[in-house]
């Protein structure tokens, strides 16, 4: 199910928008649809209505040799008159009976009777729209009301019909003449036209366009912090020193991007007090060991001196390396696009020329953007691991997307699995004296580490299946 989950955030709120959209545009369009169905029969029973009262007046008002030529001209195939001097007897449907009796109610405060008694009668049923074709009721709205010659507000509101229902009706109705006569009418209620016209498709379709758009750009507008903020927090890996983000946008990101400038600017003050503790302790421990070195030039056994030479010579190697270390992760080197190609050449020959057994595979030019010296650095400390404790170093460079791989394979008995991961930690060695005959003091990977990170890039070690160990470096492309 995730997959199927856009990855991003704008993607994700996209969705939502859309769902959203979808549900309220197919309600509304339902709700509109009944709403107009009613409308349609509610208008449209109120103009027969209407017509048939204005027929039946005119009617009653003309001379009894007039009454049927008037019958006769105002009848039609969707709207049929005739004359009787009985009334007819209506069959009505159960469901029906209501579009009757407000049209039945509507008549009789319109028509008189004529004081003999005799009463409006009307009729509706259901029928099939087969019978509706072959009788000729299929009369619309608009071809009744231009047929009336009015419109529905002459004082009765839609209230009066509004209980027409949705199935095609057909009304007959029975109204009483002067002279004993009757006018009967019979026609068809007007049915709605289906809701998703052309007009409305294209009107649904605009509207939800408009909304997209407009969707779009808020929710770029409402991502675009955190965009700053990611790309803020991968400068902040590589640099500690990386200028501030601006903090702008809605509250909620001006506050996130205040904590994160906060929090830059404490973890820079930590590691700036870290390296001034360190330069202090080395400075500190250099008049000790200075006194040390001449009291052990006046020591006359000479092996016995050579030994701790050799032991104050350590001492201060590993008080030198390890504030280079601390003084490393704060360096400020500006990064720029080099050829890594040329340089893994230019590593390749120094290293060869000093009688190092180290091979480069040809590769094609490749623009990184990094910091030359450090990059330098961390791979000529690899190159110096494979020879020393792999015989040889077998360099090779490749194009994998987006990054560069850089591979540097040995001919050394490897390592155990569980070392692998630990030997970037700092002042971790394998091999467990420190002597310095067999290793340094365990800065060596983890200063080449960071290097690389610092600059976008990783490293890893793996034991290889024909044997000894490859290092794998990549760092991201020029764009």
């Known amino acids: 199910m995730k997959r199927l989950l856009p990855d991003s955030l704008i993607g994700r709120l996209m969705l939502v928008l859309m769902a959203g959209l979808i549900v309220s545009h197919g309600v509304g369009w339902w709700i509109y649809a009944i709403d107009r169905e009613a409308a349609v029969r509610e208008v449209g029973g109120f103009a027969v209505a209407q017509r048939i009262a204005n027929l039946a007046r005119l009617v009653d008002e003309a001379p009894a040799d007039w009454r049927e030529r008037i019958v006769v001209a105002t009848s039609d195939a969707g709207f049929r008159l005739s004359l009787a001097s009985q009334p007819p007897g209506f069959s009505q449907s159960a469901d029906a009976g209501p579009v009757a009796a407000a049209i039945q109610a509507y008549l009789t405060e319109r028509v008189s009777a004529g004081g003999d008694g005799r009463s409006v009668s009307a009729s509706a049923r259901t029928i099939e729209r087969a019978s509706e074709r072959g009788h000729g009721h299929g009369m619309g709205w608009g071809r009744t009301m231009n047929m009336l010659g009015m419109g529905p507000a ?3 509101g839609r209230g009066r019909f509004a209980a027409m229902g949705e199935a095609l009706v057909a009304l007959d109705v029975a109204v009483p003449l002067s002279g004993g006569q009757w006018l009967l009418a019979s026609t068809a209620l007007p049915e709605a036209s289906p809701v998703y016209s052309r007009q409305f498709v294209v009107s649904m379709a605009v509207m939800a366009l408009v909304i997209i758009l407009a969707s779009i750009w808020a929710a770029r507008r409402v991502t675009a912090p955190l965009a700053d903020l990611a790309s803020a927090a991968q400068r902040l890996g590589r640099d500690v020193h990386a200028p501030p983000i601006p903090e702008t946008g ?3 990101t001006r506050q996130a991007s205040r904590a994160f400038n906060d929090m830059q ?3 820079r003050e930590l590691i700036d007090n870290r390296t001034r503790l360190l330069a202090a302790i080395s400075h500190d421990l250099r008049t000790p060991l200075t006194l040390l070195r001449l009291r052990t030039e006046n020591v006359a056994e000479a092996d016995e001196r050579d030994r701790m030479l050799a032991t104050l010579a ?4 590993l008080i030198a390396t390890t504030l280079q270390y601390a003084r490393d992760e704060i360096a400020s080197e500006p ?14 020959d120094d290293m060869s020329d000093a009688g190092l057994d180290v091979t480069l595979t040809p590769a094609p030019a490749t623009a990184i953007r990094c910091r030359p010296t450090a990059l330098k650095r961390a791979l000529r400390n690899l190159l110096d691991n494979a020879v020393k404790y792999g015989t040889r170093a077998r360099v090779a460079l490749r194009d994998i997307g987006p990054e560069a791989e850089i591979t540097i394979d040995d001919d050394g008995p490897g390592l155990a699995p569980e070392e692998i991961a630990r030997v970037f930690e700092p002042f971790y ?12 003091i365990g800065l060596g990977l983890a200063i080449t580490r960071s290097l ?3 600059q976008g890039g990783s490293v890893t070690l793996a034991n290889r299946t024909g044997g000894g160990l490859r290092a794998s470096v990549r760092l991201p492309k020029a764009l």
Do not use: K, P
């Not at 350590?314 to 190697?317: I, K, N, R, T, V």
């Not at 060695?429 to 340094?440: K, L």
């Open 154 to 156: 002459q004082g009765y």
């Open 250 to 252: 809605t509250r909620e």
């Open 265 to 267: 600017t404490r973890l």
């Open 314 to 317: 350590e001492m201060e190697a």
């Open 335 to 348: 990064e720029r696009a080099i050829d890594v190609a040329a340089l893994l050449a230019s590593l390749a």
């Open 429 to 440: 060695r394998v091999e467990g004296s420190r002597s310095r005959d067999t290793g340094g």
């Open 452 to 454: 690389i990170e610092r």
